[in-house]
DNA sequence: CTGTTAGCGCATTCAA
DNA sequence: TTGAATGCGCTAACAG
């Protein structure tokens, strides 16, 4: 039974060769006998030789790994912006180190600390809603350590950034539903540190008075994003002398408790009130009574535009390339 | 604008003292002067130094890294195994590389390959539904890299594993379907590869036999697990001369889009069918005609006792333990 | 085509 | 209490 992993150095010494001869065999160097390169190759794949990725590392100073960081891994679209990233990450031979931040900004900036130990090349990171500075990732660009963020991404210059806009779709779907006859339309928001760029809001408003149709303050309500929280800023809308017939709400969750509230209340779904919704968790196929309508943000493609991004800031060198920001647009969704 | 990341040997320099100084200090090694400590401490937070992980690792032969092999990231299940994994882990001071096998034999052998190159200090997985042999596991074992299969465990002697039995569970939903007057009640199994300790089978089976209700063979259908597979799977099931009235689906996708294909059949769910699953996506909260009972596996917990496991692996030297395997007992929920 | 050697950052053993 | 020296596995520059 083996114990240690076999080094190029145990190789060279069995075939009484070199430790340098054998790293040319092994990577295929040009300047080699094919009859060395053979032997070599073969007796490292009888011993399951497997270079040592720390060593390697040590000696080049580069780890051919990125970090993800993401609030969490429970909403299936973290999950789909996850594979966009894998995918472009293993074309380019690079490992995905994945982490989540649960939303706090603590243990935000300890990931960070534990990637930069591990001298990550790079980084990807959708903020935490409890984000409000970035020192932690400027300490990273500040070594050279480029970093792009994206889907949620703070509201600051002199960043790298990929993200999708909300702005037309919001106008979009509120123009849907006033086409469907709503005149009072509540919007369920997210809190505050979520609001980043507000453009849910900025787009509800600007389609209200574009539309011609008055925006009541009090149809718009704030929640946790919490179960409670859902629930009690839909129950205030609904306690309104004048009830909205239809709701904008900040995502798919939001979305299921604000229906699941308005069942409780007898409404009739999709007659007394219909909702569109911003996609994070595409189940709303096996409702009865879905979201008629959603704003679809692409997770997927703007983990590819991100990563892609990210790597051209690795190949270029220096930290002189402009700022980059990629500006993806969502799209309204009828179901 | 710094560039590269500062080490010992350039505190060292600043402040004219050597590096094994220095690395003493920053260490609290006992043997050191608290005047230097304090010298050496504050200069560092001022360059912000951070320790080269992969010196640090290349030099200890250790990575302070377990590796965790999942099937997938999408269904909240794995999602719960992994803050499982990771509290037991950041408690010990490990580092978690996550990566998915998407259910493909070939990535989780490309996946050990990367773990293997990267000197992770152990591993947990939970294989792939291809997963036919785990020669790439023994190979880790091989060279003194504990495994801990969970969750999906490869049904062979001479491994580390900690499951969640069905049997008992699915015995009692047998019975609790049975005492609700069904008489006849279809099981959609999932794939070959995927019954590997067939407990959910046997459970069903055995209810039978006790309860002594007849077990027609054509009650029994399988899916791949695929919304097609599962739904011509559920079609067969109605297409019987005598329908089942219950339905026993090997998790709550399949459940979910049996119900849907059931709703299409114009059947009224929980009076002419009713459905039980084994939990791995708990979005049933929010339908309205959601299976009755769930059988509840308790990803969290495997979680947290797998890593458990491995750590006790990782602390004992050498590799002459005994196998462990440790068997929770899962629950039926009743809704 | 192949061998020798230096050095990456750090912890650690041995001396002082 | 501190310094000097060593070596972990590997790549690459240089020498032959």
Redesign the pocket.
Known sequence: MEK?MP???EIARKL??????V??A??D?????????MQVKKLAAEMNYE??QA??Q????KTNTIGLILPNLREEYFYLAINGVEEVAFRNNYNVLISQSHDELAREEKIVEILRRNRIDGVLVSISKQTTHIDHFRQLARFNIPVVFFDRVPDVPGIHSVWCSLYHSTINAIKFLVEKGHKRIGYIQGPPTLNIKNERLEGYYDAHKALGLPAKESLVVTTDLLRSGNEAAMLKLLSLKEKPTAILAFNDNVALDALQVAKKKKLKINRDLSVVSYANWPVTDYLDYPPIASVEQFPFKQGVRATELLFKLLEKPGDLQPYENVVLESELIIH
């Open positions: 240690k080094t190029i150095k009484n060769i070199s430790v340098s001869t790293s040319r092994l990577h160097h040009p300047s080699i006998g094919l009859r060395t390169k270079p040592n060593a390697i040590f000696k080049q100073g």
